[in-house]
C-alpha cells in the first residue's frame, strides 16, 4: 500500500516504522514545514491517508483527502465537534474515513469491558463513577479522545449519569459537579503515553479498570492495521467497525 502520513510528530514517525515493516511505502510526509507539498495532487500518489496531526488541522485534511478521494484514517483528536457534519460530508461525496480516539488493540478491549462493566453497575446505586486520564504535558487537547469514548460508554449503559464535564488538573470546575454528570479527570505528566482509569466508589469500596500504555507502539501499530482494513473499502467507519467483541 502506497500511504501518505499527515502529520510527522511522535505518531507520524512510529506508523512510518509499522508501516515499512508490513511492507508498505509511505509516498508522502505532511508536517509544518512542507504544508506546500500537501496538495491534492500529490495526495492521489497514496492508497490511504493517516493523519495523526493536530486538532485544529484534522478537519482541514480530512476535507483535503476527500477532495483527492482517498481514503483516510484519522487518529487525531479533539475535533469530534465536526463529526456528524464530516460523516454526511463523506457519505454524500462517497469518500471514505475511518476514525478512532485509540487505535490500539488493549484500549478497545478496555472499551468494550467499561461498557459491560457499566452495565452491570448499574444495578447498584450504592455507587458513583469517575474517568482519570493521564497524559505528557505536550497533549493539546483534554479531555483525551479515549476518555470522551470511554464516558460516552458509561452514560450509555449507566442511568445516573447524563454528560460528562472535564477538569484538567489546576482549573476549578466552574459549577458543582451535579449527581448526573460524569467528571473526566485529566493529568497532565511529563512522558505518560495515556492511561486511563475508571473508579466505581461507594462508602465501603472501590472498583477500578485501568489501561496503561507502555509505549505509542499499540497506537501505531493499530493505525497502520486499521488502514490494511480500509482498504477497498467505502464509506464512514469507526475503530469500533474492526473488532466484532462478543458480550
Ligand atoms: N487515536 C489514537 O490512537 C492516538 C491519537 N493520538 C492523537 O494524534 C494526534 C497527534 O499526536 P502526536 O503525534 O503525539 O502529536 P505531535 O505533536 O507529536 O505530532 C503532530 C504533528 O503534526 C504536525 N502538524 C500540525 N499541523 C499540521 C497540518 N496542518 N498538517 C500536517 N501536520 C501538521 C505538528 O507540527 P508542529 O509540531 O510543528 O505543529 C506535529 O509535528 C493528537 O491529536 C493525539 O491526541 C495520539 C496517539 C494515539
Ligand atoms: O495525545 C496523545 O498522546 C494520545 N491521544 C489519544 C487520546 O486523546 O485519547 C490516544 C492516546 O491516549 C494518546
Given amino acids: 500500500m502506497n500511504i501518505a502520513l499527515l502529520g510527522y510528530g511522535k505518531m507520524g514517525q512510529i506508523i512510518e516504522r509499522f508501516a515499512a515493516d508490513r511492507g508498505h511505502q509511505v509516498v508522502l510526509k505532511i508536517g509544518i514545514e512542507n504544508l506546500n507539498d500537501f496538495t491534492v495532487e500529490n495526495l492521489k500518489q497514496a492508497d490511504v491517508a493517516i493523519d495523526f496531526s493536530a486538532p485544529a488541522a484534522a478537519v482541514s485534511n480530512i476535507y483535503k483527502c476527500f477532495e483527492a478521494n482517498v481514503p483516510v484514517v484519522v487518529g487525531t483528536t479533539g475535533w469530534y465537534g465536526e463529526l456528524q457534519k464530516i460523516k454526511n460530508d463523506c457519505e454524500q461525496s462517497n469518500n471514505t474515513l475511518l476514525y478512532g480516539s485509540n487505535f490500539s488493540i488493549g484500549v478497545n478491549i478496555f472499551f468494550h469491558l467499561n461498557k459491560l462493566l457499566a452495565k452491570l453497575m448499574n444495578n447498584y446505586p450504592a455507587y458513583d463513577v469517575q474517568v482519570e486520564e493521564i497524559h505528557h504535558t505536550q497533549k493539546l487537547d483534554a479531555p483525551?479522545?479515549?476518555?470522551?469514548?470511554?464516558?460516552?460508554?458509561?452514560?450509555?449503559?449507566?442511568?445516573?449519569?447524563?454528560?460528562?464535564?472535564?477538569?484538567?488538573?489546576?482549573?476549578?470546575?466552574?459549577?458543582?459537579?451535579?449527581?448526573?454528570?460524569?467528571?473526566?479527570?485529566?493529568?497532565?505528566?511529563?512522558?505518560?503515553?495515556?492511561?486511563?482509569?475508571?473508579v466505581y466508589s461507594s462508602e465501603v469500596d472501590d472498583i477500578e479498570i485501568k489501561h496503561t500504555a507502555h509505549s505509542r507502539a499499540g497506537f501505531a501499530l493499530g493505525a497502520v492495521v486499521?488502514?490494511?482494513?480500509?482498504?477497498?473499502?467505502?464509506?464512514?467507519?469507526?475503530?469500533?467497525?474492526?473488532?466484532?467483541?462478543?458480550?
Avoid: C
Wanted: charged letters at 25%.
Fill in 144 to 198: 483525551s479522545g479515549t476518555a470522551m469514548t470511554i464516558a460516552e460508554g458509561i452514560i450509555e449503559q449507566f442511568d445516573s449519569k447524563q454528560e460528562w464535564v472535564n477538569q484538567l488538573e489546576g482549573t476549578p470546575i466552574t459549577d458543582k459537579l451535579k449527581h448526573d454528570q460524569l467528571l473526566i479527570e485529566s493529568l497532565r505528566i511529563e512522558n505518560v503515553p495515556g492511561t486511563h482509569t475508571v
Fill in 226 to 247: 486499521a488502514a490494511e482494513w480500509l482498504q477497498n473499502k467505502r464509506g464512514f467507519y469507526s475503530i469500533a467497525d474492526i473488532f466484532n467483541f462478543k458480550d
